[in-house]
C-alpha cells in the first residue's frame, strides 16, 4: 500500500509558497479560495478577493472566451482544461493568465472548481515582440526560463535555447537536427502529434498539451507545451514551441489531494479515503461477479485504560506504533486506513477464499500481542476484529458492509474481545438485543435518569467566561453512569436520538433562560450543543430549534450548534442548505473535533462556521508531561490551524486543556477560546449556577479552577 510522502505540515508550506495562484470556485464562479501567491502577482489579498465572482475581473475582450471555456469545465469534468486571458490587477492594470482549471465538484474532498494561474504576461510580451523583430525575438527567448523549440513540421529541431541545457541539461542547439519525438515519452507521442505537429494545418493557431521530455540523464519530466503555428512567417519559418517544467505544480495538486486523505497522527488513510476505495472495490465486483474483497474492522483492547493510565501522549504513540505493524500484515494492493480514535479499518482486496481473510487476521492477533514501548514502558494490548466478505450478499452496497464488518467487531467484543468474528446473517439477526437498550433508554427519557451536564468555555486572553457546552449523561439506575459513547449510537440506530436531541434542546435553553437573570454580566452567556449526524439529518430540525428558542424567550445569538466533521460528510448539500438558514437567525455554528481526518479545509471553505474546536489530541500533544517541552510538530500544527481560521475570520476553541503549559502555548499562538479540565470538569446544573456565580475572572496567567 502506497502512503502519502510527507507530513500535512509540508502539504500546506508548498501549497502557501507556490508561485502560481492556486484558486477555488463554486458553480457559478465565485471564489471560495485563494492562495496568498494572488497577492503578489494581481495586489488583490485573498480576502478582497474571496466571495466575489471571478468574471469581474476578467477583461472584456476575453470575457465570452473565459465563461465558454468555464462551462466546459463544468460539461466534462474528466477533462483539464487550460485557457489564457487578461485578469485585472488592484492598479486596474491588465496581466496575463495561464490557467488550467481541473473539475472536482464531484470529488467530497474538494468539491469545486480548481484552477491553477500562471502569470504569463512577460510570456505575452515576448509573443508580441517576436512578431515586431527578429531580433527581439532572440533576445526574449535566449534569455527564458521555459525551454524554446523550434521544429519543422515533421518535428526536427532547427533551434533550441539555452533553458534547454538548464532544464534537461542538453547544450544548446545539441539536438539541432534531431527529431523532437526522440525525447518525447513513448505513451505521449500520439497526444503530441494531435496537438502539436497537427499545427501545420493552420498558420499563426496555437495549443497546449501536457507531454513527458527525457533529459539528459533519462529521467522523465513534465512540461506544459505550447505550440504556435508559425511555418509561414519568414522570420520563424517552423513550429514554436515553449515548454514549462511543470512538474513542481503536479507534486502541489498530489499534495493537496493527500492532505484530504490523510489521518495525521498515523500516516495512515482516513475514512474519506477508505470508503472511496471501497466503492472502487463495489464497482469491479460489479462488472465481474467472482471478485471478492473483504474488510476488516479493528478496535484496540484496553485502549481507554492505556490512555487514561499513561496519558494521552502514550497513547497517540500507542496508535503509531499500532499501524506500523498492521501496515506489516497486508500487501501493498490492500488498505489501511484508521476511523478515529482506536478505530481501524483493512480493505483486503482480490481475494480468493476466506481462508486468506483468516491468516491477515490471525497474524494482525500474533502481532499486535507482542509488547508496545511508550516512553520506556512496556505496554500489552491486543485486538477485536470483525469480518465481512463481499460473497455473503452479492446485493450489499457500501455501507451495508461497513455495517456487518462492525456488527462483527461488536460480536468480538462481546464473545470476550482480542479474538475475531466472521459475519453471518444470524449475526445480524442477534443484532435485535438492542431493543432491550432501546427499552430502557426510552424508559429513561421519561424519567430522571438523564442528566445534562455543563462545561464552561473560556475566553484565553481575558479568563472571561464566555458558553456552556450541554453534556448529556445517563445514569442509570442498576449499571450507574453509562457512556454516551454507549447509549447515543444506539439511540440513533433505532430512533430515539429524536426524543433524546430534543430534550436536551429543551432543558439547555431553559438553563440558559436562568443563567441570564443572574446579572447583566452573564446576559450574553451561550450555550452550544451537540447536534448527531441522525438529528442534523431531520428535516423538523429547523422547526425544533425555533421552537425551543420561542418557548425559552432566548436570543438565536445565545445558541451555538456543534456538529462533526464527519456528519458534514454525510450530507454535505444538505448541511449547506440548513447552515444558510441557521445563520439567517442567527445561530452560530461551531465544526467539532476539527482536524481529525477528514476534509477540514473544503469544509471551511464550504460552510460559514462560526468557529472549529480543535480536537483533544492535538492539544494533548503540544505539552509533554513532566518535562514542560512542547511536542514541535503538533504546537506548528495547532498554530497553523488557528491561524488557518483567524484569517478566514473563524474563531478557535481548544478542547481538553488539561495543563498550565498547554494554556501558555495556545495563548502564546493565539487561540482564542478553550475549555477543559484545567477550568472545570463538566457540571451538573446546580454545580453549573454555582460556578457562574462565584467565577471571577483570573488573572491574564489564568489560574486554574479545576482543583
Not at 254 to 259: D, E, G, I
Not at 344 to 373: D, G
Not at 447 to 457: A, D, K, T
Not at 564 to 584: C, G, H, I, V, Y
Request: charged share 20%; with cysteine.
Amino acid at each position: 500500500m502506497i502512503q502519502p510522502p510527507v507530513s500535512d505540515i509540508v502539504f500546506r508550506t508548498l501549497i502557501q509558497h507556490s508561485t502560481d495562484i492556486i484558486t477555488i470556485l463554486d458553480v457559478n464562479g465565485i471564489i471560495l479560495y485563494e492562495s496568498p501567491s494572488v497577492k503578489d502577482i494581481t495586489g488583490f489579498t485573498p480576502d478582497e478577493l474571496e466571495n466575489q465572482s471571478v468574471f469581474q475581473f476578467i477583461h472584456p475582450g476575453d470575457l465570452n472566451a473565459v465563461i465558454e471555456d468555464f462551462q466546459s469545465v463544468l460539461k466534462y469534468p474528466d477533462k483539464t482544461h487550460t485557457s489564457e486571458f487578461r485578469f485585472m490587477t488592484k492598479s486596474g492594470d491588465w496581466c496575463y493568465l495561464e490557467v488550467v482549471g481541473t473539475n472536482l465538484l464531484e470529488d467530497p474532498n474538494i468539491q469545486g472548481i480548481v484552477i491553477n494561474s500562471r502569470n504569463i504576461s512577460d510570456r505575452k510580451a515576448f509573443e508580441r515582440a517576436l512578431a515586431e523583430s527578429e531580433a527581439k525575438f532572440r533576445s526574449l527567448i535566449e534569455h527564458s526560463t521555459d525551454i524554446i523549440l523550434i521544429v519543422s513540421k515533421n518535428g526536427n529541431i532547427f533551434y533550441s535555447n539555452q533553458s534547454l541545457n538548464s532544464i534537461l541539461g542538453y547544450a544548446e542547439n545539441s539536438l539541432n537536427s534531431i527529431k523532437i519525438q526522440e525525447l518525447i515519452h513513448p505513451q505521449d507521442l500520439d497526444l503530441f502529434n494531435e496537438n502539436i505537429l497537427n499545427l501545420n494545418r493552420h498558420h499563426g493557431s496555437s495549443r497546449i498539451t501536457e507531454i513527458r521530455l527525457k533529459s539528459k540523464k533519462n529521467s522523465w519530466n513534465i512540461f506544459e507545451i505550447t505550440g504556435i503555428n508559425l511555418i509561414h512567417d519568414s522570420s520563424v519559418s517552423g513550429i514554436l514551441i515553449n515548454a514549462r517544467d511543470v512538474n513542481q505544480r503536479k507534486l502541489d495538486e498530489r499534495k493537496l489531494q493527500f492532505l484530504a486523505w490523510k489521518d495525521p497522527l498515523t500516516t495512515l488513510f482516513n475514512r474519506s479515503f477508505f470508503s472511496q476505495s471501497l466503492e472502487n472495490q463495489f464497482g469491479i465486483r460489479k462488472r465481474d461477479k467472482s471478485y471478492i474483497f473483504a474488510l476488516i474492522f479493528l478496535d484496540l483492547d484496553r485502549f481507554k485504560l492505556i490512555n487514561d493510565s499513561w496519558g494521552h501522549a502514550a497513547g497517540d504513540q500507542l496508535l503509531q506504533q499500532v499501524a506500523q505493524r498492521l501496515q506489516q500484515c497486508v500487501r501493498p494492493s490492500d488498505t489501511i486506513a484508521r476511523f478515529g480514535g482506536d478505530e481501524f479499518a483493512l480493505l483486503l482486496t482480490n481475494i480468493s477464499k476466506i481462508e486468506q481473510v483468516i491468516q491477515v487476521a490471525e497474524r494482525i492477533s500474533r502481532i499486535l500481542s507482542q509488547p508496545f514501548s511508550l516512553e520506556g514502558r512496556e505496554v500489552y494490548t491486543s485486538a477485536s476484529m470483525g469480518i465481512a466478505l463481499s460473497t455473503i450478499d452479492s446485493q450489499k452496497n457500501p455501507e451495508e458492509l461497513l455495517r456487518d464488518a462492525d456488527t462483527a467487531l461488536y460480536r468480538a467484543k462481546e464473545n470476550g474481545r482480542t479474538r475475531y468474528e466472521i459475519f453471518d446473517a444470524e449475526m445480524h439477526q442477534q443484532a435485535v438485543n438492542f431493543l432491550k437498550m432501546e427499552t430502557e433508554l426510552t424508559r429513561a427519557i421519561g424519567s430522571e435518569q438523564l442528566e445534562v451536564h455543563y462545561q464552561p468555555i473560556i475566553s484565553i486572553s481575558t479568563g472571561e467566561l464566555r458558553g456552556m457546552e450541554a453534556l448529556l449523561r445517563w445514569k442509570h439506575p442498576h449499571q450507574g453512569l453509562i457512556s454516551p459513547s454507549f447509549f447515543i449510537p444506539i439511540a440513533e440506530e433505532t430512533g430515539l436520538i429524536n426524543a433524546l436531541s430534543w430534550w436536551v434542546l429543551q432543558t439547555a435553553t431553559k438553563q440558559l433562560t436562568r443563567w441570564h437573570t443572574l446579572g447583566e454580566k452573564y446576559a450574553d452567556l451561550y450555550v452550544s450543543i451537540n447536534i448527531s449526524a441522525r438529528q442534523f439529518r431531520r428535516p423538523e430540525l429547523m422547526t425544533e430549534i425555533l421552537q425551543s428558542i420561542q418557548e425559552n424567550h432566548i436570543s438565536p445569538t445565545h445558541l451555538c450548534l456543534e456538529i462533526t466533521e464527519s456528519t458534514l460528510m454525510q450530507s454535505p448539500d444538505n448541511a449547506a442548505t440548513l447552515f444558510s438558514r441557521l445563520k439567517d437567525i442567527g445561530i452560530k455554528i461551531f465544526m467539532d473535533d476539527f482536524g481529525t481526518g477528514y476534509s477540514s479545509l473544503s469544509y471551511l471553505q464550504r460552510f460559514p462556521v462560526d468557529a472549529i474546536k480543535i480536537d483533544r489530541s492535538f492539544i494533548s500533544h503540544i505539552h509533554q508531561a513532566g518535562t514542560g517541552a512542547s511536542s514541535s510538530s503538533d504546537t506548528e500544527i495547532v498554530r497553523a490551524i488557528v491561524t488557518l481560521v483567524r484569517n478566514l475570520g473563524i474563531y478557535a476553541i481548544a478542547e481538553g486543556i488539561e495543563q498550565q503549559n498547554q494554556l501558555d502555548l495556545l495563548k502564546d499562538i493565539g487561540c482564542e477560546f478553550g475549555q477543559g479540565f484545567w477550568f472545570s470538569k463538566p457540571l451538573n446544573a446546580d454545580q453549573t449556577h454555582e460556578f457562574i456565580c462565584n467565577y471571577v475572572f483570573p488573572s491574564l496567567g489564568l489560574e486554574s479552577t479545576h482543583s
